[in-house]
């Protein structure tokens, strides 16, 4: 499966969107490569880590984030359940799927999608598998928005932000950095 050619059913080859979002997932495939060869003795899936890391943020074109062109009916918090949908739409190994829904925030569990009353299905979406911690946390060094997309973030700044959203988020986050020896 060559994940530019799922991407591009869906985006529009060149699109200023489509240069977003491919520049984006490979930034987030290099670093979630980068973490898993520090990880060898935990056998991670390296070919699956790369297509999915490459994968993650397809669900961005269907929602309403104007400041890097997205123009979809749903709100961006929406992009990584709809992004599974995507996927398994296509006929993808489920695991794809999961990483998509999965890597949003550090993970979102029901109790913040109840509490916070977010417009997404109500279960848990957080990490579970090694892969998806490792793409989850590679994710967030990289911004999509026009200012920041060429400066990578640094864990402190990270988990700041993070913390800023949900303090469960930012333990989550710092727990995976520190198993994996983020800085």
Known sequence: ???????????????????????????????SLEIAATLTHLNPDMDFI??????????????????????GPSPYICHGFLGRGILDNEGLPERYGLVAERHTGAGITLENIKKADLPLPLRDMVPVTLEEKIICCADKYFSKSPENRDKPMTRDRIIKELNRINPGHAVRFRGWAEAFNLE
């Open 1 to 31: 499966m060559n994940p530019l050619s799922v991407i591009e059913k869906y985006y529009e080859k060149g699109s200023p969107l489509y240069t977003v979002l491919v520049d984006h997932s490979r930034d987030v495939a290099r670093k």
């Open 50 to 71: 790369e297509k999915a890391a490459m994968l993650h943020d397809i669900g961005i074109i269907k929602t309403r984030a104007p400041a890097i062109g997205c123009e």
